[in-house]
């Protein structure tokens, strides 16, 4: 057993994670990073494969966040960081044995066929004017129900929400999951009023982000982890998969295991950066409270198929984003499909395509359960009529995440508050993580920034009183 003090341990070597190591260690701390598998990254990882680029996680990012841009930045240069093709703002939604352009202006609105004539009267009339929320919290379904209407609530926002949370907008809240549309539903009668409002506003803005829209590095997302992994060089300990965690007066011990054998580190401060319910494992025997508080937070599973095609096989342009599938098209077998190719050209040889498959989600949960076979042969059945697949796959990839991205139910935000008061109780022990406030990747950046500054108050805190201590006597004399 090897006995070593840090200042700082980070548990887990997610994006969530590396991001609290890195800012540490940029700032001169003592700080080590214990990561399960044997490659950093978490679910984002990308792989190079007979002239293909494999996203297994997250596929694209919008720069929102002056944290995200910091981070990238660290890592990347202008070359390396690509932006979307122009043709990715164009979404469709599948409908009625068809794909459906989602609309983005009145006129599209009102002549979308995706819709009855009366739901898009009814969508055209609540962007207009509606009534504002009384309540101090809402499901997604609730507000968008009272905004735009059932029918364009169960097609187009229950699409929209699977293809970011994989949930269910009846159980979602949408002051947890979108805090600012949350604001603008409590203030605003006027979407469209607000919207333009805010045109205005951003003309006038002075900071031009660095990078705009929606953009992946040239060799995906996983370069991003990947390279803040060898940022953190040898205080990145990979194939250590955490057992336990105990505390006495002096600080912490962690267990881990590494190579078939047992090890234990000593820290002064531990940041979890697990997944929820490692989390929630680990805090059950230290801080039972805390743990209470997470364990109630359900996850949805998912299955994300990379699959190739011959272009000759595909007779759809798959121009554009992809699709995605709403709640009332309970029996089409897929939840959305990414068109890679057409949004990043690099990812494919130029004589194949490149189509990223989700299936699951909180409205199949099982799916992640069915076997390769079974998985491809769902998807070849989804894409077959809808994309006019000919051919079989020319490449096959599949990952399954169960769980995968955490569910803010009714009552998330409370939950979360009362998670970090009884976290605190524990002075040294931290958390970062896409369950706590936002599952994007700018807000795990954003989360993890911010607990890296925690962190750093906490040491300046350790530092300065020994220091007022010794410096008294002296003031005194
Ligand atoms: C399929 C999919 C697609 C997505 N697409 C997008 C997208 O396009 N854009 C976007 O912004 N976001 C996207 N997201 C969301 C975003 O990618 C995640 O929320 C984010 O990456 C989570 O990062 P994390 O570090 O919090 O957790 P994770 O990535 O889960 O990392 C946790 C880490 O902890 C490690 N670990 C677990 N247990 C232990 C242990 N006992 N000891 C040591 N280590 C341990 C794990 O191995 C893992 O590396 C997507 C998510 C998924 C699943």
Same mark, same amino acid.
């Given at each position: 057993?090897?006995?070593?003090?840090?200042?700082?341990?980070?548990?887990?070597?997610?994006?969530?994670?590396?991001?609290?190591?890195?800012?540490?260690?940029?700032?001169?701390?003592?700080?080590?990073?214990?990561?399960?598998?044997?490659?950093?990254?978490?679910?984002?990882?990308?792989?190079?494969?007979?002239?293909?680029?494999?996203?297994?996680?997250?596929?694209?990012?919008?720069?929102?966040?002056?944290?995200?841009?910091?981070?990238?930045?660290?890592?990347?240069?202008?070359?390396?960081?690509?932006?979307?093709?122009?043709?990715?703002?164009?979404?469709?939604?599948?409908?009625?044995?068809?794909?459906?352009?989602?609309?983005?202006?009145?006129?599209?609105?009102?002549?979308?066929?995706?819709?009855?004539?009366?739901?898009?009267?009814?969508?055209?009339?609540?962007?207009?004017?509606?009534?504002?929320?009384?309540?101090?919290?809402?499901?997604?379904?609730?507000?968008?129900?009272?905004?735009?209407?059932? %029918?364009?609530?169960?097609?187009?926002?229950?699409?929209?929400? *699977?293809? $970011?949370? #994989?949930?269910?907008? /009846?159980? &979602?809240? !949408?002051?947890?999951?979108?805090?600012?549309?949350?604001?603008?539903?409590?203030?605003?009668?006027?979407?469209?009023?607000?919207?333009?409002?805010?045109?205005?506003?951003?003309?006038?803005?002075?900071?031009?982000?660095?990078?705009?829209?929606?953009?992946?590095?040239?060799?995906?997302?996983?370069?991003?982890?990947?390279?803040?992994?060898?940022?953190?060089?040898?205080?990145?300990?990979?194939?250590?998969?955490?057992?336990?965690?105990?505390?006495?007066?002096?600080?912490?011990?962690?267990?881990?295991?590494?190579?078939?054998?047992?090890?234990?580190?000593?820290?002064?401060?531990?940041?979890?950066?697990?997944?929820?319910?490692?989390?929630?494992?680990?805090? %059950?025997?230290?801080?039972?409270?805390?743990?209470?508080?997470? *364990?109630? $937070?359900? #996850?949805?599973?998912? /299955?994300? &198929?990379? !699959?190739?095609?011959?272009?000759?096989?595909?007779?759809?342009?798959?121009?554009?984003?992809?699709?995605?599938?709403?709640?009332?098209?309970?029996?089409?077998?897929?939840?959305?499909?990414?068109?890679?190719?057409?949004?990043?050209?690099?990812?494919?040889?130029?004589?194949?395509?490149?189509?990223?498959?989700?299936?699951?989600?909180?409205?199949?949960?099982?799916?992640?359960?069915?076997?390769?076979?079974?998985?491809?042969?769902?998807?070849?059945?989804?894409?077959?009529?809808?994309?006019?697949?000919?051919?079989?796959?020319?490449?096959?990839?599949?990952?399954?995440?169960?769980?995968?991205?955490?569910?803010?139910?009714?009552?998330?935000?409370?939950?979360?508050?009362?998670?970090?008061?009884?976290?605190?109780?524990?002075?040294?022990?931290?958390?970062?993580?896409?369950?706590?406030?936002?599952?994007?990747?700018?807000?795990?950046?954003?989360?993890?920034?911010?607990?890296?500054?925690?962190?750093?108050?906490?040491?300046?805190?350790?530092?300065?009183?020994?220091?007022?201590?010794?410096?008294?006597?002296?003031?005194?004399?």
């Amino acid at each position: 057993m090897n006995r070593e003090t840090k200042d700082v341990v980070v548990l887990g070597g997610g994006i969530s994670g590396l991001t609290v190591a890195w800012e540490l260690k940029k700032a001169g701390v003592d700080v080590c990073l214990l990561e399960k598998s044997g490659t950093v990254g978490g679910c984002t990882r990308s792989e190079k494969r007979n002239g293909f680029l494999l996203e297994k996680g997250p596929f694209n990012v919008i720069v929102r966040d002056p944290n995200f841009e910091t981070l990238l930045s660290d890592v990347a240069n202008n070359t390396n960081v690509v932006s979307a093709s122009k043709d990715a703002k164009l979404r469709y939604i599948y409908r009625n044995n068809r794909l459906h352009t989602v609309p983005t202006n009145p006129v599209a609105m009102l002549t979308t066929k995706m819709l009855s004539p009366s739901a898009r009267l009814r969508m055209l009339r609540g962007l207009f004017l509606s009534k504002r929320s009384g309540a101090s919290e809402d499901t997604i379904e609730q507000v968008a129900s009272r905004r735009i209407g059932p %029918e364009a609530t169960d097609t187009i926002v229950s699409a929209a929400i *699977s293809g $970011i949370f #994989s949930g269910d907008i /009846a159980k &979602l809240s !949408l002051p947890a999951c979108f805090p600012s549309v949350a604001a603008i539903d409590a203030d605003a009668r006027s979407l469209i009023g607000y919207g333009l409002k805010r045109a205005f506003a951003k003309k006038n803005k002075k900071h031009t982000p660095r990078w705009r829209g929606m953009v992946s590095l040239n060799a995906g997302l996983g370069a991003l982890t990947h390279q803040l992994g060898e940022k953190l060089g040898g205080d990145c300990i990979r194939n250590a998969t955490v057992q336990s965690l105990r505390h006495d007066e002096t600080g912490f011990t962690i267990l881990y295991g590494c190579s078939g054998e047992k090890h234990a580190l000593r820290a002064r401060r531990v940041v979890l950066a697990v997944p929820v319910q490692e989390a929630t494992r680990l805090l %059950e025997p230290l801080l039972p409270r805390a743990a209470q508080q997470l *364990s109630p $937070i359900k #996850s949805a599973s998912l /299955a994300v &198929l990379n !699959l190739a095609y011959n272009r000759s096989d595909v007779g759809h342009e798959l121009r554009g984003f992809g699709f995605l599938v709403p709640r009332n098209e309970p029996t089409f077998p897929l939840m959305g499909v990414l068109f890679s190719n057409s949004i990043f050209p690099h990812y494919a040889p130029p004589d194949q395509h490149l189509l990223r498959v989700f299936i699951g989600g909180a409205r199949d949960p099982g799916a992640v359960d069915l076997s390769d076979g079974q998985l491809i042969d769902r998807a070849q059945a989804g894409l077959r009529d809808i994309l006019s697949i000919s051919g079989k796959p020319t490449l096959t990839d599949i990952v399954r995440y169960a769980p995968a991205i955490p569910q803010y139910h009714l009552g998330h935000r409370e939950r979360i508050a009362e998670f970090r008061k009884e976290l605190s109780k524990l002075p040294g022990l931290f958390a970062a993580g896409n369950y706590l406030d936002g599952v994007s990747l700018n807000d795990c950046v954003r989360v993890g920034t911010r607990c890296a500054d925690d962190v750093k108050r906490n040491l300046q805190d350790d530092i300065a009183i020994p220091n007022r201590a010794t410096n008294l006597p002296c003031a005194v004399g």
